[in-house]
């Protein structure tokens, strides 16, 4: 059993990740799903040999003392791969991302024009949210590659690990991996400020230094485009400044209510129109409305601002939700158990989907 002939398998599958556990044959994730492939069953000695073959001595180190290793490898001809190495019970297992081969566009994705709107923004905070496994750094590089595509200015990323290479179009883009071209985010975004650029990239806004530093580039005249793991609008505003210690949190909400442009949260859900995932988004902008709410700490009023604002392009998870199940794409169970307000759906009741109304078979 050799690794490459594994990552074919899964770039060959459309698998989004493959899993090496002890105990099990490997495993990849496909359309959200965990499928055990057809090998033989993963000893300790066997993901020792297919983990450690294809780490650097300095990796190896790393994961010696660390007992834990996250880092990115290119394969020619094959793609991008970001792995996280890991022990349990004593033995090594490895979770691996499987790359982008090409970068699609929002259009694709399934996100509103507005979004690509956002890109033409010459400075700012704008925040893609979501649970891991959301598809929030495809939405991250997408948004990249339009400003690439549209725009002549320097575009900077810091990632942990880089999962897409961009090449240089009308933009010149630099790509700095954590722990082998930086110490961490917070430091790396430090530096990035002194070699000008327009756009900064940012893989995970995780820390308080991070987020500081963030804001402090979007105030400086930098389009800070990044991605935190919250589930909606509000608990990104709160997030963001919970991070900070008490006697700072309303200097914080000033600076993000003046620098913050939209927040897209996102999630994947399971399709019942065909193969595949669909993405469900929520946008909020930050219009003078918003503004005004984060500075006086009324985050509770967002989602009516947000439910109330279709003019501006705004537009709630649930309203997502319930336009795909209409449109025959998603269960009516599936927008009911990821609605945020799950209740205010029940009482619309289920209706007919648009797609079914039309005569096309339910799959």
Known sequence: MELLDLLNLAVHKGA???????GVPPVLRVDGEIIVEDYDVLTPEMTRELILGCLTPDQKDTLERELQLCFSMKVPDLGYFRTAVYYEQG????????????????????LPPVAAELTRKSSGLILITGPTGSGKTTTLNSMIDIINRERRCKIIMVEDPIEHIHSNKR???????????????GRAL???????????????????????????AAETG?????????????QTVDRVVDVFPP??????????????EAVISQQLL?????????????????????????????VQMLRNVISTSQSAGMYTMDSSLRNLYQRGIITYDTAVTKARVPDELRLRGPGTPVAIANGLERL
């Open 190 to 216: 430090i530096h990035i400020l002194r070699q000008d650029p327009n756009v900064i990239g940012v893989g995970e806004m995780r820390d308080l230094e991070t987020i500081s530093m963030a804001l402090t």
């Open 270 to 298: 399971p399709r019942v129109d065909g193969p595949g995932r669909v993405l469900a988004t929520e946008l909020m902008i930050c219009t003078p409305a918003v503004q005004n709410i984060i500075r006086e700490n009324k």
């Open 91 to 110: 033995t090594l297992g490895a979770a691996i991302r499987i790359g982008m081969s090409d970068i699609k566009s929002l259009e694709e994705l399934g």
């Open 222 to 234: 930098h389009l800070v485009i990044s991605t935190l793991h919250t589930p909606d609008a509000p």
């Open 16 to 22: 989004s990740d493959l899993h090496l556990l002890v």
């Open 171 to 185: 933009s010149i883009v630099v790509q700095q991996e954590v722990h082998t071209d930086t110490k961490s985010f």
């Open 247 to 260: 006697n700072q949190q309303n200097q914080i909400r000033t600076q993000l209510a003046n620098s913050l």
